[in-house]
Nanobody
Framework: QVQLVESGGGLVQAGGSLRLSCTAS????????VGWYRQAPGMQRESVAT???????NYADSVKGRFTISRDNAKNTVYLQMNSLQPEDTAVYYC????????WGQGTQVTVSA
């Protein structure tokens, strides 16, 4: 029924930018708070940024001031604007709802070269 689709990842040099997109096809994605998560090799999946149903945002300390989460309800899409990327940001990035989890998607690979 509902499938999470992340896109926008790629290879970028340190200091560069990427914008990730997340869409939940077949669901009312915009009715829920949504988070971006990432998982680096050998690491646990961690929360990067969240945006609530009401639009409140929170960020991990490691990305605060560099990343911005936003949503376009009309497009049923959540974005993660990533600026000043560093090699430590290299990971597979995933999105999901906060309250009622959907099955995790494939994620999108972000690789930052030094």
């Amino acid at each position: 029924q509902v499938q999470l689709v992340e896109s926008g990842g790629g290879l970028v040099q340190a200091g560069g930018s990427l914008r990730l997109s997340c869409t939940a096809s077949g669901g009312i994605f915009s009715s829920y708070g949504v988070g971006w998560y990432r998982q680096a090799p050998g690491m646990q999946r961690e929360s990067v940024a969240t945006i609530t149903r009401g639009g409140s945002t929170n960020y991990a300390d490691s990305v605060k001031g560099r990343f911005t989460i936003s949503r376009d309800n009309a497009k049923n899409t959540v974005y993660l604007q990533m600026n000043s990327l560093q090699p430590e940001d290299t990971a597979v990035y995933y999105c999901n709802q906060l309250l009622v989890r959907l099955n995790w998607g494939q994620g999108t690979q972000v690789t930052v070269s030094a």
